[in-house]
């Protein structure tokens, strides 16, 4: 969306309000109690209750913004900021322009923002021909307490594996190499953090992400031994150079990764690798659809946020 067009559309707290209130009446009401769907709206609360069970639904429970103080205009801004850009904005930036005192609310809406953009994606699974691979990116370690994510400890430098999965298939004849580069043309793309590259967390997170039957095409790895009872394997040993050729796009994914983030948040905490990487992967992949501020609302008020991997309701 164009600056004016937000500012004209969402000048101020209540304009916000009354469009997160206009989606979430879109998306439906859906009682948490007995799962009733009639609801009455209780303007002087400021929340809906259930016609059945009479059970109270706030309008922020179940969204994004659950258990949030910040302002609906702060949310808007950032999720305009965010989409208004193929590159990133960090929460300092974003802070910086909501001109907030604190760092830290700022910084865990934009981490919660990230964390909704993966689970739309995770919605999805790639299909037809795929390019697999891993990505090493170099992250930094900080022991936390976990509850105290913010808490600043000393940092030591590791590298953080990435399982790569790229939808891309052949150009065709009447795409010409030389002028646009490639001999493969790519959809869309996931980017996963994992633990380690054992055959059993490799295999789970490639059948979470890719549908079964789908021709694989990767390096020959011992991560993938056991693809091949769920999908159609071609995993040779490339050579360095064939690699541009065989694995175009996964390769061409990882490092344009590497250089946004790094250009954007400089130092990466590993705990929070996966949320910058579902930004990515989510623009990349919505990168034809124009703009994208509307669907971010919408997974927005579909979603409550994913905190380091665990799923909430
Ligand atoms: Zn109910």
Same mark, same amino acid.
């Given at each position: ?54 059970? /109270?639904? %706030? ?36 802070? !910086?322009?909501? +001109? ?10 934009? &981490? =919660? ?6 689970? @739309? ?6 299909? *037809? ?12 370690? $900080? ?8 808490? !600043?400890?000393?940092?030591?430098? !590791?590298?953080?594996?990435?399982? #790569? ?14 002028? &646009? ?34 021709? $694989?095409?990767?390096?020959?790895? %011992?991560?993938?031994? *056991? ?9 040779? #040993? ?6 541009? =050729? ?20 400089? /130092? ?17 992949? !919505?990168?034809?659809? +124009? *703009?994208?501020?509307? @669907? ?15 799923? &909430?309701?």
């Amino acid at each position: 969306m164009k600056l004016l067009e937000f500012t004209d559309k969402f000048p101020d707290e209540q304009s916000c309000k009354e469009a997160f209130k206009a989606y979430r009446l879109k998306q439906g009401i859906v009682c948490k109690k007995c799962g009733g769907t009639h609801h009455y709206w209780k303007k002087n609360r400021e929340e809906w209750e259930c016609k059945k069970c009479q059970h /109270r639904t %706030t309008l922020k429970s179940g969204t994004v913004m659950q258990s949030s103080k910040l302002p609906y205009q702060y949310w808007f801004i950032a999720m305009h900021l965010i989409t208004s850009t193929k590159k990133s904005f960090s929460a300092k930036e974003i802070q !910086r322009q909501l +001109g907030h005192k604190r760092y830290e609310p700022i910084w865990s809406m934009v &981490h =919660k923002i990230r964390s909704v953009m993966g689970l @739309r994606d995770d919605e999805y699974q790639l299909k *037809d021909q795929i390019e697999l691979d891993e990505g090493f990116f170099e992250t930094v370690s $900080i022991t936390r307490d976990k509850s105290e994510p913010l808490k !600043r400890g000393r940092g030591s430098q !590791r590298q953080t594996t990435v399982l #790569v999965s790229v939808e891309s298939k052949d150009a065709g004849k009447s795409h010409n190499p030389k002028k &646009h580069g490639k001999t493969k043309q790519v959809r869309y793309l996931k980017m996963k953090v994992v633990e380690s590259l054992k055959k059993e967390e490799i295999g789970d997170a490639v059948k979470k992400n890719v549908e079964k039957g789908a021709k $694989i095409t990767s390096d020959k790895s %011992t991560s993938y031994v *056991d693809l091949d009872q769920d999908f159609e394997m071609n995993s040779k #040993v490339i050579p360095k150079k064939e690699i541009p =050729k065989a694995l175009p796009w996964v390769h061409i994914a990882i490092s344009n990764a590497k250089r946004l983030l790094l250009d954007v948040h400089h /130092r990466i905490d590993d705990d929070f690798l996966q949320n910058y990487l579902n930004e990515f992967c989510y623009k990349f992949n !919505r990168r034809y659809f +124009g *703009d994208l501020f509307d @669907r971010l609302l919408v997974a927005a008020v579909s979603y409550r946020w994913n905190y380091l991997g665990e799923t &909430h309701g």
